[in-house]
Structures are given as structure tokens and as C-alpha cells.
């Protein structure tokens, strides 16, 4: 984060209604609330694994290229500059995965990855690994009836052509 604040410290990290923060200002306070929780003897990975305790985790992925597909072409409305400037979403999808990275390796928690490509090439197997996780029995009821329909938005146009 140190060096995303110097490099875009003036630049509008987030923007709710008229409240704008800069990446410098949101550094700011990342390390304000960070010297709290070390004060109050909170270690690396424990907040959410105290706030969860024993929670499974699901991480649904899709490969980055559909991501940024997706998004560069589709026309959001408001703060979403980032939307159509290619760096800039290379930038924050390289920051997910580092960020991701950083909870895979911190959290106790276990954490299940499930790519969009996985349901496509074998939903059963998908579902079975999922439910697995989450310790559930392989036969309720939703399981594999083929009931299931088509998502619609703006990426389901791509939903049985994943990478």
C-alpha cells in the first residue's frame, strides 16, 4: 500500500455519495486501524478467523482476461473510471490476486477455489467438492436436477465459454 499512496496519493481511491478518499488518505487510516488492532493484540489473520470462527470459505474465480473483458466492455455508470482503462484494470485485477494471495496464506480458515471453468467442464464434480467443504451431505435436494438457468447481466453472454 506504501507504494500505491506515493505513487497515487491524490488520486480518488473510492468516491460514496460526496465523500472522496485519496489512496493517501486511505493509507492513513488502513494504519491507524492497523495500529489498533496491534495494540489490542490482534495478530495477522486472527480478525477474521475471530469473527468467523471455523467459517469455510468459498473463493469463486474466473480467469482474469474474461474479468477484464467483461468490465472494459460493458458501460458502468458513476465511479468506475478504472472500467475503461485497461492499465488501470490490469492494476486492480493484479491487486485481487495479491490480496487474495495475502488471505489464502493468513487466514487458519480453510478456503476453497472454484473457478467459473470448473462448473462449466463438470458441475457435478464441481458441486459435489463444494458441498464437501461445506460439509454437507451430496444428495439435498438442488443437487444436479438440471433445474438450473442461465444467469443473466452483462458477462452471461459468456458463461459457457470460459478460458
Avoid at 488502513?30 to 495477522?44: Q, S, T
Avoid at 463444494?130 to 444436479?144: K, R, W
Wanted: hydrophobic share 40%; with cysteine.
Amino acid at each position: 500500500m506504501d507504494e500505491v499512496a506515493a505513487t497515487f496519493g491524490d488520486r480518488e481511491a473510492y468516491v460514496e455519495g460526496d465523500q472522496r478518499v485519496t489512496f493517501g488518505e486511505w493509507l492513513a487510516r488502513a494504519d491507524l486501524l492497523a495500529a489498533e488492532f496491534i495494540r489490542r493484540g490482534v495478530r495477522r489473520g486472527d480478525v477474521v478467523a475471530l469473527m468467523l470462527p471455523g467459517a469455510r470459505v468459498i473463493y469463486c474465480d474466473r480467469d482474469p482476461r474474461d474479468i477484464g473483458l467483461s468490465i472494459f466492455t460493458y458501460r458502468f455508470y458513476g465511479s468506475h473510471g478504472y472500467a475503461h482503462d485497461l492499465s488501470d484494470l490490469g492494476w486492480y485485477i493484479g491487486q485481487h490476486d495479491r490480496l487474495m494471495a495475502h488471505w489464502k496464506q493468513a487466514l487458519p480458515n480453510p478456503i476453497l477455489e472454484v473457478r467459473l471453468s470448473d462448473w462449466v467442464e463438470d458441475f457435478g464434480a464441481t458441486l459435489a467438492r463444494v458441498l464437501a467443504h461445506l460439509d454437507l451431505p451430496p444428495d439435498i435436494p438442488f443437487a444436479g436436477n438440471g433445474s438450473a438457468s442461465l444467469p443473466r447481466g452483462f458477462s452471461a453472454r459468456n458463461i459457457d465459454r470460459p478460458r
